[in-house]
């Protein structure tokens, strides 16, 4: 695949290329969740996959961990939390167990 200007393919795709970078600064607006931030459709996609109520938990949880104020959880504020859902992460695994 050959593109015409290397600038085009930055501006679509990212500074690294990769996936593109659409609508990732749009976040889902959920009540009592002040710090976690993720797209509408990634938060479908939890849905989806885990359920309502483990998802809710699971954002209460990482909101809690981001509201603490700890050196480690300010690093992630303001950025896209989606990474921390993963099946094998801590956050969903606290969700379940509980």
């Known amino acids: 695949m050959t593109f015409k200007s290397k600038k085009w393919f ?56 981001l509201n603490s104020g700890s050196p480690s959880a300010a690093k992630y504020i303001g950025k896209n939390n989606y990474a921390h859902f993963r099946s094998d992460g801590w956050v969903l695994h606290e969700a379940l167990k509980s």
């Open 10 to 65: 930055y501006q679509n795709n990212g500074s690294k290329g990769g996936r593109p970078k659409q609508d990732s600064k749009v976040y889902i607006k959920i009540p009592d969740i002040n710090f976690v931030n993720i797209t509408p459709k990634q938060y479908e996609t939890l849905i989806k996959k885990y359920g309502n109520k483990i998802v809710k938990k699971a954002l209460s949880i990482l909101d809690h961990w």
